[in-house]
């Protein structure tokens, strides 16, 4: 098991960037498969990136792919979610989570281990 905090939400203006990170806690981050989810307000929480510890591959969903680069530094722990041409869409609070193994999965109930989330506002 791992404890994940997220950090680098805040308010940007649509067509900027902002950078999220997701820092965890525990021996075996290297080898879990990490992803980032949002939820809106009203809405249920959904995919938006992963990443496996495996070769670094990753996966989008098909509303950030091209802006959006999930990354990950085994060294420090730590995923990041790289976001650009941010829109009022992209609003929602973000959250980071983790399961051991190398599956790539769009669902929740395949993450065990989850952040407390970070709160990006997209201004337009």
């Known amino acids: 098991q791992v404890q994940l905090v997220e950090s680098g939400g805040g308010l940007v203006q649509a067509g900027g960037s902002l950078r999220l990170s997701c820092a965890a806690s525990?021996?075996?981050?290297?080898?879990?498969?990490m992803a980032w989810f949002r939820q809106a307000p009203g809405k249920e929480r959904e995919f938006v990136a992963a990443?496996?510890?495996?070769?670094?591959?990753?996966f989008y969903s098909d509303s950030v792919k091209g802006r959006f680069t999930i990354s990950r530094d085994n060294a420090k722990n730590t995923v990041y979610l790289q976001m650009s041409s941010l829109n009022a869409e992209d609003t929602a609070v973000y959250y980071c989570?983790?399961?051991?193994?190398?599956?790539?999965?769009?669902?929740?109930?395949?993450?065990?281990?989850w952040g407390q989330g970070t709160q990006v506002t997209v201004s337009s």
């Open positions: 989570a983790g399961q051991p193994g190398a599956l790539i999965s769009t669902a929740r109930s395949t993450y065990s281990d």
């Open positions: 525990g021996r075996t981050f290297s080898r879990y498969t």
């Open positions: 990443i496996i510890w495996i070769a670094g591959s990753t």
